[in-house]
């Protein structure tokens, strides 16, 4: 005992204890050089992939004009929804019915983790037959574009409609919803559901103070100052994820500046924020609510949950969010609630009038071209572009398809979802949609930082245009961004 | 050694050598593979493009910010958790001054081992909402609820624990000390019991308090397993995807402003969000390398001479 010995511990009883390095040393040095390797492993395992292989299953029937896709009896379809705001029990009401119609047993995976579970499949060329591509972990479509990996969608949509058989799929939806859905002049994602973005707020709280619901910039403002001085927050957002506020900001943006403001951005002006009037009018209009103290104390830093069950409990006047707010807060919104969509507020001389809304088709459905049962893929998103299936989807996911009056009117909508279905009946024409968001997720994200700087007062309304530009120059030397444009 | 020992003992060998080779070594090179092309990650079809990622890579400012906190990370989660941890272990073990005169740990230690061992029990995204309801941003967070009923902070203003630059990495390094000090006071409380009584009995009997008994017999024998701490901390600390992803602002966290990215959560927006996998797998590549030489630089400096017992 007490012995010292810096590398050797061995203790002459084995024949290898001449060697340099005690095996016990070396054990435990090999063993802590096993353990780095584990964190940097399972982030590099994510990089490696499996081959891709072909595997073509013989899943052709025969066409007929009932059957334009030739759909076989008897096969398999690989289903995959996001199980997000929407739950997916709409999902399972349809392969109910198309089992049938079609005798095809659909494989039903419900999950938020699209990325984790799809990726690899993607790139070992066997991806399922059809998907919900959304949520927090979607695959970005334009990645997934870019890879070839999607169906061009023109076949469905020039097939014949299923409740009227004269008719393109194509000319019974609302216009301008397969716009999202582009990819270089091609449609490869349904964007299924129609979505209006703007503020909410409750009828009942404004009913009892005595509040209008503000067509100006200046009544919203002098409401949320109203707010403040009874205690509750003027406009609560969902900081954690700057994605909401920045919804906001833009279409102030492209409210105030119309069309052209909008374009501007989505086709990376070189003055698409500085140089542009409408874009520092509208910041500007957003930091002031910042700067007077409008903001519902510590929203910059809550999820979306959080700030959205604050609202539902009247801890501010409005909220910023798309019309999936309702079935989301279904659980928390109280019963007498009243929740009411707004379209945003206009500031002084805008271009576009105050019905004006972003709307527009939310959650894309793809087909990846290299599925295996692509005739039953097709005839699916056929039938999910019927008036059954689109009144199946509003029954069990409280929300509207871009089905043209989709939706049977026996349906009871509740309060917000019918004030959607109004406002977007108002706006008429006068819709908007960014396609920026569709096209530079790297472009979006570094805007949607500089916004949450802004809503934190870390930095000033010139600063977050300087910051958005610089966005839009970045993305704008990269030479795929040439193959989008939008007129 | 005898004859046929060699087969022996590589017909034992094989499968996992096999397996390893495979299932570790082989993505690892697939990895260095694909950091030099232009893969987008959802397809086999993509270019070689040689060093260029990795030249991108040192002009990115914010992987080199990631970089940095991780960093800072390495140097004080490990200071932090260990200095911790040996003080409750010391405490909890040999703190104690008995009636008898006996070396004991101070009173209720028994019930404090098991106390301090909860929070390991708990998996990290477990802690990632736990903290999160600690760290909220507005009144309702538990930091922010007591301090503003202590009136150390305006209801209308309450601290934006993790959405303020300048808080937010100690925020989680707090996490994550919380988290380990339990299982190293449990590491360096095994260690300790494993010393023998009569040395501080001998030291006592010589006048030695408490901190003399500390640092000249207890952590000189603890040293090894300080040392081992030392590595797994480190590479807890080049890690910490699972809580910042979790628990701060942004796609894969890193929020605010990338003030809180590490490198992995940097590489894991790229891979799947920007569609830049090739890039990705270059910081993947950085990323172990670094992890590596930081192990190798933690075992050669806390090397020292061991006393045998």
């Known amino acids: ?487 | 050694m005898r004859k046929g020992q060699h087969r022996f003992v590589a017909g034992f060998l094989f499968f996992p050598v096999v397996l390893y080779l495979i299932f570790v070594i082989w993505p690892y090179i697939q990895t260095f593979g694909y950091s030099l092309t232009d893969w987008k990650g959802q397809s086999q079809t993509f270019s070689f493009v040689g060093l260029d990622n990795y030249t991108a890579l040192f002009k990115d400012d914010v992987f080199m910010g990631a970089i940095w906190h991780n960093i800072l990370f390495l140097v004080f989660i490990p200071v932090i958790t260990i200095l911790l941890a040996l003080f409750f272990a010391f405490m909890v073990n040999a703190g104690g001054r008995g009636r008898s005169g006996g070396v004991s740990g101070v009173a209720g230690s028994k019930y404090y081992r098991v106390v301090y061992f909860f929070p390991q029990v708990l998996s990290l995204a477990i802690m990632a909402v736990l903290f999160g309801a600690v760290y909220r941003s507005d009144g309702g967070g538990m930091l922010n609820g007591v301090l503003i009923k202590l009136g150390l902070v305006d209801p209308d203003r309450p601290v934006e624990w993790l959405n303020e630059p300048n808080f937010v990495l100690w925020a989680l390094v707090a996490v994550v000390v919380w988290h380990g000090v339990g299982f190293y006071l449990v590491l360096f409380s095994a260690a300790m019991q494993s010393i023998p009584r009569d040395i501080y009995e001998a030291a006592l009997i010589d006048g030695a308090g408490r901190a003399q008994s500390f640092f000249r017999i207890t952590l000189p024998l603890l040293w090894d397993s300080v040392q081992t701490a030392w590595v797994y901390l480190g590479i807890a600390a080049m890690d910490m995807f699972i809580l910042v992803s979790t628990m701060t602002a942004g796609d894969y966290g890193g929020g605010p402003d990338h003030h809180s990215e590490v490198m992995s959560t940097v590489m894991m927006r790229n891979f799947l969000l920007y569609g830049r996998s090739g890039y990705a797998c270059a910081m993947g590549v950085v990323m172990l390398l670094l992890t590596l030489i930081v192990s190798v630089v933690m075992l050669r400096a806390t090397r020292r001479e061991r006393i045998e017992f």
């Open chain 1, 1 to 487: 005992m007490g012995s010292t010995s810096a590398e050797n511990d061995g203790t002459g009883s084995t024949e290898n204890s001449t060697a340099g390095v005690g095996r016990r040393a070396l054990i435990k040095r090999s063993a802590a050089l096993g353990l780095v390797s584990v964190p940097a492993m399972s982030f590099l395992s994510a990089c490696a992939s499996g081959g891709g292989d072909d595997n073509s299953g013989d899943n052709e029937g025969k066409t007929s004009e009932s059957n334009p896709f030739g759909v076989k009896k008897g096969s398999k379809l690989d289903v995959v929804i996001f199980k997000g705001g929407y739950g997916d029990d709409y999902a399972k009401a349809w392969e109910a019915a198309f089992k049938k119609q079609w005798d095809v047993t659909s494989v039903h995976t419900g999950t938020q983790e699209i990325t984790g579970k799809l990726q690899p499949r993607f790139n070992a060329g066997n991806p399922p037959d059809i998907v919900d591509d959304s949520g927090a972990q979607q695959i970005p479509i334009d990645v997934l574009h870019k890879n070839g990996q999607l169906l061009d969608l023109a076949e469905v949509l020039d097939a014949p409609s299923v409740d009227d058989p004269d008719t393109k799929v194509r000319d019974t939806l609302i216009p301008g919803t397969l716009d999202a859905g582009m990819q270089e002049g091609k449609v490869v994602a349904l964007n299924y559901i129609y979505t209006v973005w703007g503020l909410w707020y409750s009828g009942k709280l404004f009913e009892e103070k005595g509040w209008e619901a503000p067509k100006t910039w200046d009544d919203f403002l002098a409401i949320c100052k109203d707010a403040k001085s009874e205690g509750i927050g003027g406009l609560a957002h969902q900081g954690k994820y700057p994605y909401y506020i920045n919804v906001a900001i833009m279409d102030l943006i492209a409210k105030k500046g119309g069309l052209d403001a909008m374009k501007a951005i989505d086709n990376l002006d070189p003055k698409a924020f500085v140089g542009s009037d409408a874009a520092q009018e509208a910041i500007e209009a957003v930091y002031e609510v910042v700067e007077k103290g409008y903001l519902m104390p510590g929203t910059n830093g809550l999820t979306h949950t959080e700030s959205q069950t604050r609202w539902n409990q009247y801890k501010a006047a409005f909220i910023t969010s798309g019309s999936w707010l309702e079935n989301e807060q279904l659980k928390t919104t109280p019963e007498d609630f009243d929740m009411k969509f707004l379209p945003m507020p206009l500031l002084p001389d805008s271009a576009l009038p105050f019905e004006a809304i972003r709307a527009g088709s939310g959650e894309p459905f793809i087909i990846p071209s290299k599925a295996k049962n692509l005739p039953a893929a097709k005839e699916f998103m056929r039938r999910m572009l019927s008036k059954e299936w689109s009144t199946l989807f509003a029954k069990e996911a409280n929300s509207l398809t871009i089905l043209k009056d989709g939706v049977d009117p026996n349906v009871q909508l509740r309060p917000g979802t019918q004030s959607t279905v109004e406002a977007s009946k108002a706006a008429g024409d006068n819709t908007f949609r960014f396609l920026y968001t569709e096209w530079y997720s790297e472009m979006g994200t570094a805007i949607e930082n500089a916004s949450n700087e802004l809503m934190a007062k870390r930095i000033q309304p010139k600063e977050w245009l300087k910051r958005a530009q610089a966005a839009v120059d970045k993305q704008a030397k990269d030479p795929a961004s040439k193959q989008n444009h939008r007129d």
